[in-house]
């Protein structure tokens, strides 16, 4: 079963309009991280924003905010008044278990493409 | 300050070569990582490191071997090239408060 699910190969928005980029994940760990990547078309991948398992509010980062549903475990991006350079690849991801070196251990989405129209 | 730095950027390889793909961080993090993006795919952790002599296994590590002599470099040896390891390649550094800077990538073509 696939850990982290997102069911958005593309998406298109309207610059300036918001846009909510959707993931879902599996496991069975109560310690848990997520985070959202954007990967332009250069290639290199940037960190968007993390969101961890007992964070009690959702995680802000200017444009970008986590929508973190814990029961339904849902963790969507929403990128308010979208800019052309928004324009990438978005890639959720998970890792399970805090400390050590599964800090680093991520698990990936397939990625949306998200494309902004000018 | 670079952050992390990738060589080579592209290289094509026939099958049955051997190469080694640098990465060295200048932020003398303990934590490193290795991780492969196949096309329309997100990426998946090949190996990792947690110091100095110290590296583990992940996902897919068939086909490749790491190694940690210093904090500073990582690399990651392919013996034996085969077309299943045409892709990109990241290398990743934990700086801490939950972020993972990558490299920007390596581009492996295998014919």
């Known amino acids: 079963a696939q850990k982290i699910t997102q069911t958005q190969p593309g998406m298109f928005v309207q610059e300036k309009e918001a846009v909510t980029l959707d993931c879902t994940y599996d496991?069975?760990?109560?310690?848990?991280?997520l985070f959202w990547y954007k990967q332009p078309s250069s290639g290199e991948m940037i960190f968007l924003i993390y969101?961890?398992?007992?964070?009690?509010q959702n995680a802000t980062e200017g444009r970008y905010s986590l929508n973190f549903q814990k029961a339904r475990k849902s963790a969507n991006l929403v990128i308010s008044a979208s800019q052309l350079g928004d324009s990438a690849m978005y890639f959720c991801?998970?890792?399970?278990?805090?400390?050590?070196?599964?800090?680093?251990?991520?698990?990936f989405g397939k990625g949306t493409k998200l494309s902004v129209k000018p | 300050n670079a952050g992390v730095t990738q060589t080579p950027k592209f290289r094509i390889l026939k099958i049955g070569q051997s190469m080694t793909l640098q990465c060295t961080q200048d932020?003398?993090?303990?934590?490193m990582y290795w991780y492969r993006q196949d096309p329309g795919m997100g990426l998946k952790l090949i190996y990792y490191?947690?110091?100095?002599?110290?590296?583990d296994k992940g996902e897919v590590p068939n086909g490749y071997n790491v190694s940690r002599s210093t904090t500073e470099d990582f690399p990651l040896r392919l013996e034996l090239a085969a077309p299943s390891q045409t892709s990109v390649y990241f290398c990743?550094?934990?700086?801490?408060?939950?972020?993972?800077?990558f490299g920007a990538g390596s581009r492996l073509t295998v014919l």
């Open positions: 990743a550094t934990n700086t801490g408060a939950n972020v993972l800077t």
């Open positions: 496991t069975s760990d109560p310690s848990y991280g």
């Open positions: 969101q961890g398992s007992y964070d009690q």
């Open positions: 932020m003398n993090h303990n934590y």
């Open positions: 490191s947690v110091g100095a002599g110290i590296t």
């Open positions: 991801a998970m890792r399970e278990g805090r400390g050590g070196g599964s800090q680093g251990n991520l698990i």
